[in-house]
């Protein structure tokens, strides 16, 4: 079982940035993928980015540019940068590896 603690979230006006970062204990393996999902209100949760112990990253398709995914394989942690915001990027942001979640972290972006 991995534990997942997230942290970073908050309010930002749109146009700017966000730094998300999630901190894992617990048995992680190299194949295994660390990633960040996002949950709108009414909306179901979706992939936003996630990346291989090798730093091989892929991103949805809604990110357009503006993310960057990081992890650092010996801390066992993962960033998102998030630049150039917009109010639809308003979301709770969970990181995920393999099967567990984190509390989740809110992101609000206002107009």
């Known amino acids: 079982q991995v534990q997942l603690v997230e942290s970073g979230g908050g309010l930002v006006q749109a146009g700017g940035s966000l730094t998300l970062s999630c901190a894992a204990s617990?048995?992680?393996?190299?194949?295994?993928?660390m990633g960040w999902y996002r949950q709108a209100p009414g909306k179901e949760r979706e992939l936003v980015a996630r990346v291989t112990s090798g730093g091989i990253a892929d991103y949805a398709r809604f990110v357009e540019g503006r993310f960057t995914i990081s992890r650092n394989n010996a801390k066992n942690t993962v960033s998102l940068q998030m630049d150039s915001l917009k109010p639809e990027d308003t979301a709770v942001y969970y990181c995920n590896v393999k099967s567990s979640w984190g509390q989740g972290t809110q992101v609000t972006v206002s107009s």
């Open positions: 617990g048995r992680i393996f190299s194949n295994d993928k």
